[in-house]
């Protein structure tokens, strides 16, 4: 039971951290000023949350380097695991969690929202993420689902005087929840068809399937599939996200489109290429990865179009993260166990290594653009960028770094990203899906002309006057949380961009872990053995 | 069909004690660094520094330069160290006669950019000493790179400083023509990517240039390959029809940006396809020979005729460069001995002349804000010494004798000749290239002459005449920091011009054994009857 215990200790980090900003914050006095949306004294929550999140960090990176040789190690009856790809994308969502708690202070006292159940949900959030990814059964996964889910609709929701905010919370909530309803309509026929809900127990019934198992297996899959699909936004799933990214806080919009885009693919990964591995994925009447790359191919060209024709900057990002997930789906297609990758000892790093480039450069960006929102107001539309390279010169470059970043251009993570996706999705079936590349090199390329158009503004264009008739400059944001955030960020995008073997090292092991179905059996078979010696 | 051709010439020697190159590319960008920590309201401090690195980095260059052997060829100075072994990726640079000559045309401009700087960019220094240090980095990485990805990489990171050189310090239309040239350049090189990774993959998870090179590829895939990596190339020097961002990214470019454009950008083009598009494909350049040559002759004439209508000095300037890149073009598709060298050597003096060109009319735009053809007139009588320097740049231009362009010139033209007379003499079968060979090179020699038409012209309607605008009575003739900057580019124009010996038996051993492999697989596609006979009378040589 402890040793159970101490795989799950950085969520457990997490998890104490939000309860007790939940319980200790009604005891503090809202001292300072008469509005407690605008007290400062709520301000400390957020390092103290992001210490928090940031030992959680420190503690998978211990667990990676000190655990067991084997590839997963599954705990409570085979629910949850700590795995290499678990511990990956814990500390992944530990970081995004960390930026949008240091971020945030300032912000929600400028917006005059400055709550600490603020702060108390976004490590909620982070708790039900890496309980997320964690999870080795489908019921477990349904209820991290339903926590991660949940705190961010809340989250994104929580500007309430701003009826955008609001709109942008119920819709996400209403599509959210029915692709919730989906996946655990399609949890249930894989359940109905296993008769367990744990992944182990799926893969032991697909060894010895009976008739009709196929069809059960197909719909289930299908459902559970379609519900991924709406979390990662891809097309024609995607419609709620240009609305929740532009009307949520913005910290929150940085949280969701790197955080939630994670470990939704990394769910994926682990329900449709971990549970369903062995002879019976055969009986699969659906082609997965086909229908997986044309999914991608739509996204990536529908997200891109959508986006050139943005200007606020936030629903512009939101138009881009549809189209990175399209990219992302690609790289699914080269981590399925049926594609043969010749020359390849673990592929499947694609979509781990994507992923962390795409966290960081989103993350900067939006830490970026959290800086413009001052005194209650968004300044992010393209006249208020204008000149942001003077007034505010760090978050100027940052925002400017992470556009090229996620333009794929060196020296930064976001080439290597590209680079390593192109690489594996080339490499399947001797070069099947080298049309599907092409297409994605293109859209590259008209992505680079909407990301580049945020730079023209922040360097290249003349500084006009402010359209809203006020008098002045715009203010921005300035803050020592803030300040480390962007920089942090940047730095590791440039630094990972000019030497990225470890993180492709570290994205390949974590990826690994995914494929090894035998030593996925072997380990669980031993859990068991071990629980019927305990009882 | 059997492409794995041995090419001695990309013989990689074994790693180089002292990791020379290495330090080479990167020393701009660590002086780049210390930039970075220096407040921007010290511009002087920005001015010397960046004159320091860029002069530590011209001597580097000057050592790699004693160091390489240039009697024989082979890539020389090699390093060699893992870089991403997990997607085996190495770090290997190393150097010869091919690249050197672009190095020390690199390293050279460079610091002479510098000092143009000091009056032509009057805002943001550090950011502009920042970008122009990483650019360097980028020029000499891509120079000096043969495992695929590092050359890719360094390709790519001179995207960026361009941008915001052009986009930051630019005229008018600067973000229009920034975001073209960002595009234009971006849509060839992400296709070039698609084909590294597929010949990576092809290889068994090598970028390694070597190994591509023992490759069998069918025709088709030839073919593709060369396309994508073509495309990257011809965009880059730019060949007509691709060449419609460099008018703009010129003439809306801070004079600096210009000449770094023009000195050693276009240049990369070249270098690239003879470094790699054609090496690894040389049948496919056979295949392609027809087109090539056609575009080329098409840009050297076109490109002249649309400088001779051009109003604004700089634009003309630009559309020059279309043309004189044509002439390189033509001794590429060549591909014999000469019109290498040849090709090589006016790439290096189209860096000179066309950069001096820039910078003159970087001076002259400086002192009027105008560089309308129609607003000047007669100013040799208050700028004299000016007016010196731009004719006797113009003449390297249009390529006179004892200066460095006729050198150039001369040597593309005898080889392209070369290529269809001797041709000729094989009577009966395949007569088509010659035909084409030898009428494409006819019409490219009216690029000479037009080339003299727009260049005289412009200099008579500047620099002679009456003076008609009373704003130009004012004009002060060249400081002695220009007259510095002139000179330099100046020796060098005369030096190549009348001793080219030196300059070029930079490349002589490198292009010798380069062509040796190479042109075999080229003539079997594009004139086997010639293929034959050249067979024939090696076979002869050495019999004898």
């Known amino acids: ?535 | 069909m059997d492409t794995a051709l041995t090419q001695a010439w990309l013989q990689l020697d074994p790693s180089h004690g002292f990791p020379l190159l290495t330090a080479l590319v990167l020393m701009p960008t660590l002086f780049a660094l210390i930039g970075v920590t220096i407040p921007g309201s010290l511009q002087w401090a920005h001015k010397a520094l960046s004159l320091v690195g860029s002069l530590v980095t011209f001597g580097l260059g000057m050592v790699v330069w004693a160091l390489t052997d240039t009697a024989r060829a082979g890539l020389q100075l090699t390093d060699d160290s893992s870089w991403i072994p997990s997607i085996g990726a190495r770090w290997t640079l190393a150097i010869d006669g091919l690249s050197l000559p672009y190095v020390l045309l690199t390293v050279f401009l460079t610091p002479l950019v510098f000092v143009g700087a000091w009056s032509a960019i009057d805002k943001k220094w550090k950011e502009f000493a920042i970008a122009l240090l990483v650019l360097e980095t980028g020029m000499l990485g891509s120079l000096v790179a043969v495992d695929l990805l590092a050359f890719y990489v360094f390709w790519e990171v001179m995207l960026v400083p361009m941008y915001l050189i052009i986009g930051i310090w630019g005229g008018r239309d600067k973000v229009y023509a920034t975001l073209k040239f960002f595009l234009y350049t971006m849509f060839g090189s992400l296709l070039m990517l698609v084909a590294i990774v597929w010949m990576y993959l092809h290889a068994g998870n090598t970028f390694q240039l070597g190994a591509w090179t023992q490759l069998d590829l069918t025709e088709t895939q030839q073919h593709w390959l060369f396309a994508a990596f073509a495309l990257a190339f011809l965009i880059k020097v730019p060949v007509f029809p691709f060449h419609t961002w460099l008018p703009d990214a010129h003439t809306e470019a801070p004079t600096p940006g210009s000449v770094i454009l023009a000195g050693v950008l276009l240049k990369l083009g070249t270098y690239g396809l003879l470094r790699f598009a054609i090496p690894l494909f040389p049948a496919a350049l056979g295949w392609a020979s027809p087109v090539l040559l056609a575009l080329a002759v098409i840009g050297i004439v076109y490109g002249a005729m649309m400088a001779y209508v051009q109003t604004d000095v700089k634009r003309l300037v630009a559309y020059s460069s279309v043309s004189h890149l044509g002439f390189v073009m033509l001794g590429i598709v060549a591909f014999n001995e000469e019109a290498l060298q040849g090709a090589i050597l006016q790439g290096v003096n189209h860096g000179l002349s066309t950069g001096a060109l820039f910078l003159l009319v970087g001076f002259l735009y400086e002192r009027r804000h105008t560089r309308e053809i129609a607003d000047f007139g007669g100013i040799a009588k208050r700028m004299p010494v000016f007016a010196a320097f731009f004719v006797f740049v113009t003449m390297s231009s249009i390529a006179l004798p004892l200066t460095n362009g006729f050198v150039g010139e001369f040597l593309i033209f005898a080889g392209a000749f070369k290529e269809g007379v001797r041709s000729s003499m094989a009577a009966g079968e395949g007569t088509s290239w010659r035909t084409m060979m030898l009428v494409g090179t006819g019409i490219a020699t009216s690029g000479i002459v037009l080339g003299a038409v727009y260049m005289l012209s412009v200099v008579r309607r500047v620099f002679f005449g009456p003076m008609t605008n009373p704003d130009n009575e004012g004009l002060h003739d060249l400081t002695g920091r220009e007259r510095l900057l002139m000179g330099a580019l100046c020796v060098f124009i005369v030096w190549i011009g009348v001793a080219p010996g030196r300059w070029l038996g930079m490349s002589e051993a490198t292009v010798h054994a380069m062509v040796q492999p190479l042109r075999p697989a080229i003539l079997q596609v594009r004139a086997p009857a010639d293929f034959r006979r050249e067979q024939l009378l090696n076979a002869d040589a050495r019999a004898e």
């Open chain 1, 1 to 535: 039971m402890l040793h159970d215990l101490a795989l799950l200790t950085p969520l457990f980090v997490v998890l104490l951290a939000a309860l007790f900003t939940l319980v200790a914050d009604p005891f503090l006095p809202a001292h300072g000023t008469s509005l407690p949306a605008l007290s400062t004294s709520r301000r400390f929550w957020g390092p103290f949350n992001a210490a928090a999140c940031l030992g959680a960090l420190a503690v998978a990176a211990l667990l990676w380097k000190t655990g067991p040789h084997e590839m997963r190690t599954v705990a409570f009856a085979l629910h949850i695991s700590a795995s290499k790809l678990s511990l990956f994308f814990v500390a992944l969502v530990c970081l995004c969690g960390a930026v949008a708690h240091l971020t945030s202070p300032r912000y929600l006292e400028e917006q005059g929202m400055a709550y600490g159940e603020y702060y108390a949900l976004v490590s909620f959030a982070v708790f039900g993420m890496g309980a997320m990814v964690s999870a080795e059964s489908l019921l477990t996964m349904f209820l991290s689902l339903e926590i991660m889910s949940l705190s961010v609709y809340v989250l994104v929701a929580f500007k309430r005087s701003s009826a955008a905010s609001v709109e942008a919370g119920m819709k996400y909530f209403i599509v959210g929840s029915v692709a919730s309803a989906v996946f655990l309509y399609g949890a249930a026929f894989l359940f109905g068809l296993s008769g367990g809900t744990t992944f182990v127990e799926i893969q032991r019934a697909l060894q010895n399937p009976r008739p009709g198992d196929d069809l059960w297996l197909s719909l289930g899959v299908t459902l559970v599939a379609a519900a991924f699909l709406v979390k990662v936004a891809a097309v024609p799933f995607h419609m709620w996200a240009p609305d929740a990214y532009e009307g949520a806080p913005t910290p929150i919009t940085g949280f969701m489109s790197a955080g939630v885009k994670a470990v939704a693919f990394a769910a994926f990964l682990k329900v449709v290429y971990g549970a369903l591995q062995g002879p019976g994925a055969a009986l699969l009447h659906v082609p997965l990865p086909k229908v997986l790359a044309t999914t991608a191919v739509i996204t990536m060209t529908v997200g891109n179009l959508f986006a050139l024709t943005q200007l606020s900057a936030k629903r512009m990002l939101a138009y881009s993260a549809v189209a990175h997930a399209g990219y992302l789906l690609l790289g699914m297609v080269a981590a399925s166990p049926d594609a043969t990758l010749s020359g390849f000892l673990t592929p499947g790093a694609a979509v781990p290594f994507y992923l962390l480039g795409y966290a960081l450069a989103s993350l900067a960006a939006f830490a970026a653009l959290t800086a413009l929102g001052h005194a209650g107001e968004e300044l992010t539309g393209p006249t208020q960028l204008l000149g942001l390279g003077r007034r505010h010169p760090l978050a100027g470059a940052v925002l400017a770094l992470s556009m090229i970043s996620l333009a794929g251009v060196p020296p930064t993570l976001g080439f290597f990203g590209k680079l390593v996706l192109i690489r594996e999705v080339l490499a399947v079936d001797g070069g099947a899906y080298l049309p599907h590349i092409v297409i994605l090199v293109l859209n590259s390329v008209v992505s680079a002309y909407y990301y580049l158009r945020i730079t023209v503004h922040i360097y290249m264009r003349p500084e006009g006057k402010r359209t809203d008739g006020k008098n002045g400059e715009h203010v921005y944001i300035r803050e020592t949380g803030l300040t480390w955030a962007m920089g942090a960020t940047a730095a590791a995008i440039l630094v990972l961009g000019a030497l990225p073997e470890r993180a492709i090292g570290v994205a390949t092991r974590s990826a690994a872990s995914v494929r090894t179905r035998a030593a996925t059996l072997h380990v669980a078979n031993q859990a068991q053995a071990r629980l019927a010696h305990r009882k």
